[in-house]
Structures are given as structure tokens and as C-alpha cells.
């Protein structure tokens, strides 16, 4: 970054000579360092997972839960900053319920993301605040379908078939890429969002995870956002495990330990 | 009664102008009718003997009003509003279930305020035919088929009876007719002419019928 | 005997006098500056439509509850189709009788609780001994500003122990419990046979589920009999502890229903064909 030091970083609602603001690009750097989040559109509804970084052993396992809930049919996963998120998602339960207190039906996907959309750039406007260090994952089923759309800190969203951010987003994309999105069922989904998680953690490796993944499905959960059920999980987890031995075993050249308790901070 | 800062109004409340009607709507095979009578009146003078009491909020959602003619046009006005600012936000046609929503939270909001008994119908391009019913109080109710009104006391049992699934628009029509000649016949606030309007995925249509041709009906 | 719901929460004509109407009716413009001013700023409040009695009653491993399809409006039978007891999660159910329009006002109010319930993904937090207390303070609140929801309520379910609850709230705010509950004219006609079978936990402790639910439908039926705004289609609600279940049966007919004896009932004390 050329530009640090001129000052015009410093501050938000303040543009570089070149038509930068470079808070929001900070932000996103915030975003690119987190643990992966990714989110998948399916034939029958939408699947989200995140890989979640263990910051210390001393945290208790399976608590902590990072996936949230805007409403029923609105499930939220998130790569950056927890604290941003969590402000995000209460902005989106409170749209959500301003909505249906006044039509009495559920919001819809396109107009709760746009005025997610709305809120999240006006952090980039004013100097008193500072913009989300997060990018979201926003997925769900209303009356016109499943959809999926992921906000960035400017503000902007855009609609997926299959979304990835945090640190291992790029190989993400190129595994999403592969799936026949988006005619995928959302069991096997699951399964593959799994895959995905373990395979790009691996660059991560020194830190140990854990995987948490949510669906919204017409068949599976009757359209309401849920965790997926244990034994699913267990499941997804040993077919990613699988997968991983299957190309570990054909690429000879990598052939590391999994076992990486060590190196915690 | 007043003074220079509160004037109190119920005494005007009194003398309003109001729609002791007839009205009705009713869910067929391809969408739904409105119906109504034509009579307003302030005490027993009728002011308008050709009234409109059918009123369009947005596209094919319309609504029949009854009870006070000023506050069911601010209402109606209200939920017009209301309609058109969710197009423009939600980027998608309102459904007459939304609209009725709007209708409920208004005059349940403001129930001390408001003598306004609405029906919302409206052709719903996937579900067809609706219609719901927003008596006084502000309670929201889907039916088949709704009649209120201060004429609508004299034919729940000609509807009730009468009244079946599915018809054809031309069997809707004169059921309709029937029901509201026979509303009109003994109810003295209702009166005039009788007007419908026809919802279906073919369009809008809109029916006018005189005395002479319905009270033979 | 008054319990038409025009008349809850009013003084008792016996201790006051006839109800004055002018209250009810009074004028909502703020006449707070006026020497002439009758009354203070009123809401409204007369109930519109109206739901008629909820009943329910205990047994040795749940509650029975039920409530019929009526929204009357005055003496017009309008609606016949009303569902006046409402899951609230896995571990309550309410009845609700009184104003429709403040019915499905609470029902909103309930679905956004739900909603917030949910929120944590896990454990579903809500139980009926927090929805009942909820609904409390809400009832409280409103009659505190002049402008009470017009409802009575009957909550049932599991607390947070999984024990039972059945609790009763009113317009008033005033909550109470008791193995069996009604609210309107229930009180009246249905109590005393609700009691003949349960007049305290330990009779509830003997009453078998069998018993309650023939016990509730025959209150049922005599309601039906005798509160003229009363229907014969009702829903009827089965809790049971053992299984952790409740289950809501809709559309239940009032059934044996005996009218063959009018035909021995002639004249009014005279003799005649």
C-alpha cells in the first residue's frame, strides 16, 4: 500500500487523490486473515459453514457457537471481526421483525439484504465510526426460492451460488467452482461444505478448529435455519476426512502429520 | 366545545357522512368479484345516490370500504401509500395478503379513532382469488367469501346457503347480484345501483347494474 | 351473573350501580384542560368480536384444555372458524377469549418471542411458567394505561423442570393457578363440573386422561347448551407429561347431545296438545 502514511487512511468519509477509502479496504483485510466461511446455494435450499479457529484450549468446546439466526428462514455466517457480526445480525433481526410487525409475513431475502446492505455502508460515511470488519455470509428460503448473498464492509452485496471468504476463500471458490451448483441437494452439500473447510484449513494447520455447519432446507428443516443434526455432522466430518486421506495417499509429496495440538497461542 | 387549542370532535362524529352499505366479495374458479351497492348517507338523507365503494389500492388488490366514508378513504389512501413504497423497496408486487396485513395494522392501531370495516380482496398471481376481512377493531380474517355492511345482516343465510366453491363468473355474478338486491331490498341505508369489479389473470372488468334489471334478479 | 365479555373488568352492578356507559364511551380527546371535562383522556374499550370460554383442567400426567371456534360479533355468530388455542413453541400452549383483534395482536407478540427464542439455535429456552408471567406483565401494562387488552388467557405447558403449569391471566393483569381454570362464562357453568371431578391437586393426581377429556367435552356440551355464544366445533388440547407431549386436535363436535325430551314439553304450566 503505496499510499500509507499520505494520511487519507486514516480517516473514514475521506477519499485518497485516487478514489480510494482506504478504511474500508482495511477492513477487508481484517476479513482476509479470519477463519474461512462459506455459504452454498442448493436445489433445495442453502448451506452454511464455517471453519472455527480454537484462539486458546482453554475455550470449551462445542460453546461459542459463530452461525446466527436473523429469522427463521435467515441463517448468517461470518468472516472478521465477532463483535462487527454480531452487531450486523442484530441490525438484520431487527429489519426482520420491523417487517413482519407491519405485513405479517416473513422478510423477504432480496429486501432484507439490501437494507443490510444499506447499514453496512453507511459505517463507511461518517468519521465517528468505523466500517465492519466482517464479510457475511446472508443465505435463506422465501416465498420466490432459496438465495444467498454475501455483504462486504462497503457495503456491497452480491447474490451467489456458492460464496467463500476469510483466509481460505480462495481455495474455497476454486472447490465451489467444481460443485454442480446449483443442483446440489443440501444433504450432500453439507458434506462437501466439510470437505471444503478441512481442505483449506490445512494451510492453517497449526491452529486446530472446529467445524459448524447450518442449513435451510424446504425438506430438511421445513425452511427454518438449524444447526444440522449431529450424526450429519459426524458424517460430513468423516467424509472430509476420507477425502483428505484419499488425496493425501495420491499426492505422495504431502504427507504431514494431521496431529497439530501443539502451537496454540 | 372547544376552545382555541382543543376542539372536540365527536360531536361531528356524530353527523358524518357514513357508508351504511352493502358489500361483498366473493372467490371463484378464476380470481375473485367485489361487490357493492351505491347509497351514502348522513343520517337518513342520502348524499350520494351513485357512489363508489369500490376502491383500487394497487393493480388487482381492491378493497370494498363501510362505515365512515372519510376515515375509510384516508385508510385506503394510507395502505395505497404503504403498497406502493414496499415496490419500490422490495423490488416486487405486493400480494392482497400484504395489503390486508396494512389494513389490519391501521385500523387496530387506531381503533379508538376509526369506524372503518374494510374487505381487501385481490387476485394473487400464484395463490388466485383472496379475500380478507377487516371488520371494526382491526382484526384480519381470509375467507371465501365475506359480506358486511349494515345490509349484510339480512343475507347470512341466503349466502351461507347459496354460496359455493369454485363457481363460474357468470354463477358468481348473479349470486352476487341476488345477494345484494336482496341486502338493498331490506336494508335502508343501502341503495342506488349495484357495482362490481371482476379480478382474474385476464385483467380488470368492471359491471354496473340498475334497480330495474336487479330487483327482478 | 355477567360474564359476557362486554362486561369483564367493570365494577360489579351489585356494589356500584349499573355500569356507566359514558366511560366506554367517553370522548378520546385530551380534555385535560377543560373545567367541563367529564372524564380524563379514554382508550377505547369495548371488545368488537369475540371468542367465548377456554376451559381446562389437570390430570395425573397432564392437562386438558379447550376452547371453541366462535368470533361473535354482538349476537351475530359471524365467524365459525376461529383457532383460539395456539401452540407457543414445543412447551406451551394459550387459549385466549375476549377481543379477536387483541387475540391476534398477542399471537403477534407470541410469534416474535418465539422468533427471539430461536435465536439461540441450540436449546429452546421458552417454557409456558416464562410465557405466563410474560403475558402478565403485558395484560398489567395495558390496564395500567387506561387501555387494557381485552383478553382473557389461559396458559398450559411444561416449565423448566418439565413440570406443569396452567395458569390464568385477565385483562387486569391478575394471574392465578388451580388444577382446573376457565375464563368467561366457564366460570360459571363449567367450574362446578370441572370441580365435581377435581377440586384439588391430590383428586387431579387420581383423574385419568380418559376422564379429563370426557370431563372437558361435557363441559363442552353444556356450554354449548347454555352460552348463547357458544359454538359446537371446538379445538381441544391434550398435554401429557409422560411423553412430553401436546398435541392440539382441531374441529372436535360437540357430540351426544340429547333434544328428543322437548317433545315432552308443552305449553308453559296449562295444559294443552
Known sequence: ?265 | ?217 | MNHDPFHWGRPSQGTYGDYNYNIAHASNVDKSNKSNSEFPKMHTQQPMITGTSVIAIKYNDGIVMAADNMGSYGSLLKLDDLQRIIPVGSNSVVGISGDISDFQYLERLLDDLEVEDSYDMENENLKANHLSEYLTRVMYNRRSKMNPLWNAIIVAGFDDNDELVLKHVDLLGVAYSSPTLATGFGNHLAIPLLRQKVETEDDAAKLTKEEAIKTIKDCMKVLFYRDARSWDKYSLCVIEKSTKSIKIEKDVKVEGMKWDFAQHITGYGIPQQ
Open chain 1, 1 to 265: 500500500m503505496t499510499s500509507i502514511g499520505t494520511g487519507y487512511d486514516l480517516s473514514n468519509s475521506v477519499f485518497s487523490p485516487d478514489g480510494r477509502n482506504f478504511q474500508v479496504e482495511y477492513a477487508s483485510k481484517a476479513v482476509e486473515n479470519a477463519g474461512t466461511s462459506i455459504g452454498i446455494k442448493c436445489k433445495d435450499g442453502i448451506v452454511l459453514a464455517t471453519e472455527k479457529i480454537i484462539a486458546s484450549k482453554l475455550l470449551a468446546p462445542g460453546k461459542n457457537k459463530k452461525i446466527q439466526t436473523i429469522d427463521r428462514h435467515v441463517g448468517v455466517v461470518y468472516s472478521g471481526l465477532i463483535p462487527d457480526g454480531r452487531h450486523f445480525v442484530n441490525r438484520g433481526r431487527d429489519e426482520a421483525q420491523s417487517f413482519k410487525s407491519l405485513y405479517k409475513e416473513p422478510m423477504g431475502l432480496e429486501g432484507l439484504i439490501s437494507r443490510l446492505g444499506y447499514f453496512v455502508q453507511a459505517y463507511t460515511c461518517y468519521n465517528s465510526v468505523r466500517p465492519f470488519g466482517i464479510n457475511a455470509i446472508v443465505g435463506g428460503i422465501d416465498d420466490s426460492g432459496s438465495h444467498l448473498y454475501m455483504v462486504e464492509p462497503s457495503g456491497v452485496y452480491w447474490g451467489y451460488m456458492g460464496a467463500a471468504t476469510g483466509k481460505g476463500r480462495q481455495a474455497a471458490k476454486a472447490e465451489l467452482e467444481k460443485l454442480d451448483l446449483p443442483n446440489i441437494s443440501c444433504k450432500d452439500a453439507v458434506k462437501e461444505a466439510a470437505r471444503i473447510i478441512h481442505l483449506v484449513h490445512e494451510d492453517n494447520k497449526d491452529k486446530d478448529y472446529e467445524l459448524e455447519i447450518s442449513w435451510i432446507s424446504k425438506e430438511e428443516t421445513n425452511g427454518i435455519h438449524k444447526f444440522v443434526p449431529n450424526d450429519l455432522l459426524e458424517e460430513a466430518k468423516k467424509y472430509a476426512e476420507e477425502e483428505a486421506e484419499g488425496r493425501n495417499d495420491s499426492d505422495s509429496a504431502s504427507g504431514s502429520d494431521s496431529d497439530s495440538d501443539e502451537d496454540m497461542e
Open chain 2, 1 to 217: 366545545m372547544m376552545d382555541s387549542i382543543n376542539v372536540d370532535i365527536t360531536h361531528l362524529k356524530k353527523g358524518e357522512v357514513s357508508l351504511g352499505t352493502s358489500i361483498m366479495a366473493v372467490t371463484f374458479k378464476d380470481g375473485v368479484i367485489l361487490g357493492a351497492d351505491s347509497r351514502t348517507t348522513t343520517g337518513t338523507y342520502i348524499a350520494n345516490r351513485v357512489t363508489d365503494k369500490l376502491t383500487q389500492i394497487q393493480g388487482k388488490i381492491w378493497c370494498c370500504r363501510s362505515g365512515s366514508a372519510a376515515d375509510t378513504q384516508a385508510v385506503a389512501d394510507i395502505v395505497k401509500y404503504h403498497l406502493d413504497l414496499y415496490k419500490a423497496t422490495n423490488g416486487k408486487e405486493p400480494t392482497p395478503h400484504l395489503a390486508a396485513s396494512i389494513f389490519q395494522e391501521i385500523c387496530y392501531n387506531n381503533k379508538d379513532n376509526l369506524s372503518a370495516g374494510i374487505i381487501c380482496a385481490g387476485y394473487d398471481e400464484k395463490k388466485g382469488g383472496e379475500v380478507y376481512n377487516i371488520p371494526i377493531g382491526g382484526s384480519l380474517h381470509k375467507q371465501d367469501y365475506i359480506i358486511a355492511g349494515s345490509g349484510s345482516v339480512f343475507i347470512y343465510g341466503y349466502c351461507k346457503k347459496n354460496y359455493k366453491k369454485d363457481m363460474t363468473k357468470d354463477e358468481t355474478v348473479s349470486f352476487i347480484k341476488t345477494s345484494l338486491s336482496q341486502a338493498i331490498r331490506w336494508d335502508g341505508s343501502s341503495g342506488g345501483v349495484i357495482r362490481m369489479i371482476v379480478l382474474t389473470k385476464d385483467g380488470i372488468e368492471r359491471l354496473i347494474f340498475y334497480p330495474e334489471e336487479y330487483e327482478n334478479a
